[in-house]
């Protein structure tokens, strides 16, 4: 019998989908001794801090990743990061494979004037903000003014206006950070535009995304007809599938009777933005259209047009991914999820493209080092084990049960780490 120790970067759905299949490859012959490794005093990845959590259905996959660490040979590291103190090089010496599974967390840039005024964030930030994550607590979301615009087309920005344009006593039973919650609750935002540089015809949102949005109870949701019109044109007579769906989503809302509802959801496409306008803080977004300039005055910008990596120290990246073939980064390297192949796909793409690297990994594996392990590296004594992280998971529950909710979250690291000692 082999035990062959495998560490994994990243405790986010593609590092655990990795640590599933190689669970699935053991034998009578091979066991893996898993330690997973995660920067923040929480796992679960963009589970916890990504998935809207008006969207509670798709974080159920937890009760797949909890199933996972109750294996006897899975370890949790939390609170741990990997790139200062412990290089990814050292932590190759004592392992015979190192996973990467550490996400795409920055967004990307527009480069237009005005990006930096204060009110124009990403959703990079605005996300993780709303959903607890500890190092975006304090972000200044501008949330006193009338308009807010989301720059993108894709399932991000849709998460991101429908968060602005919801009535937040909707948010109620969910377990968005509690300061998001009160913050929303004195929002002045009524209008909210998402827009889309190119036609209806390519967006990126998928259907089920939009067809939810009439089940908004509280929100119009405004699209044109002739610009879903054009769109069908333009897409001729075979599209495909999935853009099928999405302009007929999207007609059956654009011919609905509209109801009047306070806040309203505007959809915008074919605007280009040119500059974010203002001169204290955001006034506004100039946009180049078919039909010449257009300005929407707005107080709040949100863009949200994907991500790419943060380096870790010796990690080879590019095009905003990690330098990789099929997942072999190299020798006993391996990277997956959207480090590997960029910020597309949903959660459940990981565990297919996890899997694979997997199989790559295994068959280049000869035979074990047992060279120790992370432990002999930590000098960090405020590690999280799965115990631990079980103590603070049971203690969120308990918290949301009296009030409806699924959990409520603890912020700050301190809070986290005084859960995880009780
Ligand atoms: P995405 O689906 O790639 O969408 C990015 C959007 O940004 C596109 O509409 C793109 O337009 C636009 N964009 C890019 N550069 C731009 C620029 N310079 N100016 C204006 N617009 C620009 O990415 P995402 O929304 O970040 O989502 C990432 C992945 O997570 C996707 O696979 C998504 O489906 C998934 N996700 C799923 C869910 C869910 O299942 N509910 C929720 C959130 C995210 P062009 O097409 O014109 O480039």
Known sequence: MSTFKVAI????????????????????????????????????????????????????????????????????????????????????????????????????????????????????????????????????????????????????????????????????????????????????????????????????????????????????VHIQRGDIQEAITRAGSEPEKDVKSNLDAMLAIAQSDRSQHERTLHFLFQHTPKAILGSERVEGVLYSTPNGDVTIPCGLVITAIGYHVQGIDGVPYENGKVVNIDGRVSQGVYVVGWAKRGPTGVIGTNKSDSAAVIELLVADLKSPKGAGDISQLITNQRVIDQSGWARINAAEIAAGEPRGKPRVKSVTQEELLKLAAL
Request: charged share 20%; hydrophobic share 45%; glycine share 8%.
């Open 9 to 220: 970067i990243g405790a986010g759905p593609a590092g655990y989908f990795a640590a599933q299949a190689l669970q699935n490859l053991q034998s009578d012959e091979r066991i893996f001794a898993i330690d997973m490794i995660e920067r923040l005093p929480t796992p679960w990845g963009l589970v916890r801090s990504g998935v809207a959590p008006d969207h509670p259905k798709i974080k159920t996959v937890s009760k797949v990743f909890e199933k996972i660490a109750a294996d006897p040979n899975f370890r949790l590291f939390a609170n741990l990061e990997i790139g200062g103190e412990i290089s990814v090089a050292a932590l190759a010496q004592k392992y015979d494979a190192i996973v990467l599974a550490t996400g795409s967390s920055l967004g990307k840039k527009l480069g237009i004037p005005g990006e930096d005024l204060p009110g124009s964030l990403s959703a990079a930030e605005f996300v993780p903000w709303y959903n607890a994550h500890p190092e975006f607590a304090d972000v200044a979301v501008r949330l006193d003014c009338d308009t807010a615009v989301v720059i993108g087309a894709g399932n991000v920005a849709m998460d991101v206006a429908r968060m602005l344009a919801l009535e937040p006593s909707e948010l109620d039973p969910t377990d968005t950070a509690e300061h998001a919650i009160g913050a929303f609750k004195t929002s002045e935002v009524r209008n909210v535009y998402i827009s889309a540089r190119r036609g209806a015809e390519h967006a990126a949102f998928t259907s089920p995304e939009i067809r939810e949005l009439p089940k908004l109870e509280h929100t119009t």
